[in-house]
């Protein structure tokens, strides 16, 4: 009897684990529009978001203003954004193309260096950054994943975790403006 309970919970741990794995780059190798990230990000773009709780909660929304250019394989994205209590964050990144459909970026409050792959019309970015929030800092590692639509919209979901557990959800909609 104790075998069978061992051999349950560890199948039902299993499963439960290979459901959290999450979707593939691969599953949208060969999904339209295609994402290019040099084209995308060159100019303004004007964008509009949210964060939830774990509970799904609306915690903040806001919006940003954009502007990327590019140097060869280097680019840089400055970002503005207004949150509607009125606080104003700004971000910088850097990013450099490296191997086929890979990208790495730096910004002066990311954790190291951001990761991101391009396959199809989805580009997986990831990195940690510590989040404030109220009087305590959280290292939170952001799994975001762009997807480029038609007419200059690109869609990022951004799921916000700690010690591997979602804590909290983004959701960007942007748009590249004419510039």
Known sequence: MRILLVITLLLGGSMMLSGCSGPSL???????PTMDLQEYFTGP??????????????????????????????GTLEETFSYYDGEIQERTWTIKRL?????????????GKADGK????????????????GDTTYKITFDDWMFRMNDGILI????????????????LFMQKQDG
Do not use: C
């Not at 691969?26 to 339209?32: G, R, T, W």
């Not at 509970?55 to 280097?74: A, L, P, Q």
């Not at 086929?100 to 954790?111: C, F, P, R, V």
């Not at 391009?118 to 929030?133: C, E, F, H, K, N």
């Open 99 to 111: 191997a086929s459909g890979h990208y790495e970026g730096t910004a002066a409050d990311i954790l």
């Open 26 to 32: 691969k599953h949208y190798e060969n999904s339209e």
């Open 156 to 171: 990022n979901r951004s799921y916000l975790k700690k010690f591997g557990f979602t804590v909290g959800e983004l959701t």
């Open 45 to 74: 773009i004007k964008a509009w978001g949210l964060v939830q709780n774990r509970k799904g909660e609306v915690v903040r929304r806001f919006d940003v203003f954009m502007n990327g250019s590019w140097d060869g394989d280097t």
């Open 118 to 133: 391009i396959t199809g019309s989805a580009m997986r970015w990831a990195y940690q950054m510590d989040l404030p929030v």
